[in-house]
């Protein structure tokens, strides 16, 4: 996160804790975010934020659900671990485009 957030991504988290949860758990991993809020809110952020692509990772079919209604793609956190070994070596930022 902290390469996302030096790179210029918009970083943050759409949840289902409660807005104060999210930002504690930020903070204390010391990761200054652009935003905090449920996962259905995310067609908000979308709005907020000007993006070439928006993505949302999840966990669930609900996220899934809530992603794909406010436009972002959506990847699965279990899908990363095969994309990071696939990549080998290569940059993760230049896979997300």
């Not at 996160?1 to 949840?15: D, L, N």
């Amino acid at each position: 996160m902290r390469q996302a957030k030096a790179r210029g991504y918009v970083i943050g988290s759409g949840s289902d804790r409660v807005r104060s949860d999210q930002q504690r758990l930020w903070d204390i991993h010391g990761i200054d975010v652009d935003f905090v809020g449920g996962k259905h809110h995310l067609d908000e952020v979308r709005n907020q934020f000007e993006a070439s692509r928006y993505i949302h990772i999840g966990d669930t079919d609900v996220d899934r659900y809530y992603a794909e209604a406010a436009g972002f793609e959506f990847l699965h956190v279990e899908d990363l671990n095969g994309v990071s070994s696939a990549l080998a070596g290569a940059d993760f930022f230049d896979w997300l485009g």
